[in-house]
């Protein structure tokens, strides 16, 4: 995992992210996860829980959040995520969040090892906290798979940028959405952007 000055390290329920501040460039996530965090320290324990993720969040101001998020059928509604990468921050106030899941396998041997993955923003300004944009960047079973590089975060403009070789909308074509978060965690779309959920995921 390219991580430029962040270090991480993962296990298979538990995932910590530290990082230093690197202002002078910008945050790239090749493919499906590395990247840097702006600033802080994030600590992330993934669970599932009825076919959702449950993300606890230890904040890098020490605050503890918990949110429920949506994955898709592609996911077993069992399966933990194998990988949680934090990729940006918003001044304490929001995470960027790539998660990554084995697919539900497929006819004929299809996708036996194939991978699911999702980049959202958790919001935290205020508690409960809640994701506010989610995007499928990698898919097996949907055919989604991202350019190289595939996600970059940009902590001068809070400005995510992902660029799909195969994109989720436009089946069998590239694709690039940018999006702008707000300092409240809002997305604001620069470029054509991924889904926004219509009722914000909740600490259920």
Request: glycine fraction near 8%; hydrophobic fraction near 40%.
């Amino acid at each position: 995992m390219r991580t430029g000055s962040t270090a991480v390290s993962v296990t298979p329920t538990i995932f910590w992210v530290s990082a230093l501040l690197l202002a002078s460039l910008p945050c790239v996530a090749d493919q499906a996860l590395a990247g840097d965090q702006t600033a802080g320290a994030a600590a992330i324990r993934a669970s599932a829980d009825r076919g959702k993720t449950r993300l606890e969040i230890k904040g890098s101001t020490g605050q503890t959040y918990r949110v429920s998020v949506l994955r898709d059928a592609t996911v077993a509604p069992s399966a933990v995520p194998s990988t949680v990468a934090v990729i940006g921050e918003v001044k304490g106030r929001a995470l960027v969040v790539v998660d990554t899941y084995p697919s539900v396998p497929a006819g004929l041997s299809r996708c036996q090892a194939g991978e699911e993955q999702f980049v959202r923003v958790i919001a935290l300004a205020r508690k409960p906290a809640r994701q506010t944009y989610r995007a499928k960047t990698l898919s097996c079973r949907d055919n989604i798979e991202l350019a190289s590089p595939g996600l970059t975060w940009e902590p001068a403009t809070s400005t995510l940028r992902i660029a799909w070789l195969l994109g989720p909308t436009r089946p069998g074509s590239p694709e690039t959405h940018v999006v702008r978060i707000t300092a409240d965690g809002q997305p604001h779309a620069a470029a054509p952007g991924g889904s926004l959920p219509s009722s914000p995921a909740t600490l259920r």
